[in-house]
């Protein structure tokens, strides 16, 4: 799994909080097809293509996104050293298949967004 870099860089801009376009799920017919994808491939139009392409774009980083903090909060949470039960650095990189080194960041991340009540926004 490949390390995002930016996962690390605290928030900044209120505007990114903003909820992603929706992602439609697919019915489970159209995700045994390995060409199905979204209905992207039945688009003629590229115009249209393009337009719901980068919706899905936009969509997915913003949830990769969300899911990059939550792992960083968990990570911070699991590291606590207050808890009885915290883990060392390297059982959190290996359970979400980090470097130990990266996992000190996203531990370092977590606790930022903590502190900062990212748990309560949404």
């Known amino acids: 799994m490949s390390e995002p870099h930016s996962a690390a860089q605290p928030r900044t801009s209120p505007a990114r909080r903003l909820k992603p376009p929706p992602l439609l799920f697919e019915p489970s017919e159209a995700t045994a097809d390995p060409e199905h994808f979204f209905d992207l491939e039945s688009m003629e139009d590229p115009a249209e293509l393009l337009a719901r392409s980068t919706e899905l774009t936009l969509a997915f980083r913003a949830a ?28 959190i990189a290996e359970r979400a298949d980090w470097t130990e080194d990266y996992a000190r960041k996203m531990v370092e991340f977590g606790r930022e967004l903590l502190r900062d009540g990212a748990v309560a926004e949404s």
């Open 64 to 91: 990769a996104e969300r899911a990059t903090e939550f792992q960083a909060m968990a990570a911070a949470q699991l590291a606590d050293p207050q808890r009885f039960d915290r883990l060392p650095l390297a059982a």
